[in-house]
C-alpha cells in the first residue's frame, strides 16, 4: 500500500469512528478528538494530519452524510426512470436510508438547528443542493417553470426531512404508516404546483 493510499484509509477511520460515536445520545459537539482518535485506533497526534480540528472532522461528516443521502436519492431516480413511482420510490429510499444511515441522518437532523453556524450553515447547504437537484428534475420532466418547480421541490425536501425525524426512532409499523402519510402530502403538494402551474400558464 502506497502512503497515499494509507493516508486515504486513515481518513475513512477517522470519519468512520467519528460516525459510530454519534447516536440518540451524542452529537457532534458531546466527542471529543481523542475518543475519535482512540476508536479509529491512531494516536491523537495522527489526528492533525489529516484534520485540523474537530470543527473540521465535524463539516467533513455533514458533507459526508449530505453526499450520501444525494447519492441514494439519484439512484432511486433511476429506478424511477426505469419505471417506478415518483414520489412512491423517493420516499420509500429516504426511509431505507433513514434506518440504514440513522446516525448520518441524525447528524443533519442536530446540527441544521444546532448551536455551530458553522454547521448550521453545512447542513443548509445539504439541504440547498437537495432543493436544486428535486427543482431540476420536477422541471425537465414535467415541463413545470423554473420558480414553480423550486417552490414545489422546497416544500417537498422540507417535508420529507421533517419526516425523517419523526421517523427515525420510530419502529417499523409507525415508520411505515409515516411513509404512506409522507407519500400522500407529498402528492396533495405535486397536484397543489400542477394545478397552479397550469393557472398560471
Known sequence: MTRQQQKLKTRRSIIDAAFNLLDEQRSLSSISLREVARAAGIAPTSFYRHFKDI???GLTLVDEAGLALRQLMRQ???????????????????????????????????????????????VLREIQHFIEELSDYTASHTGMGRQMASLQAEAMVKLVFSAGAEAIDASEV????????LIQQLRFIAKGASFYANKAG
Open 55 to 57: 470543527d473540521e472532522l
Open 174 to 181: 409507525q415508520r411505515l404508516a409515516q411513509a404512506q402519510r
Open 76 to 122: 432511486a431516480r433511476s429506478r424511477i426512470d426505469a419505471g417506478g413511482g415518483v414520489i412512491h420510490t423517493s420516499v420509500n429510499t429516504f426511509m431505507e436510508f433513514v434506518v440504514s444511515n440513522s446516525n448520518e441522518f441524525r447528524l443533519l437532523l442536530r446540527e441544521h438547528s444546532g448551536t455551530s453556524p458553522a454547521f448550521r450553515a453545512a
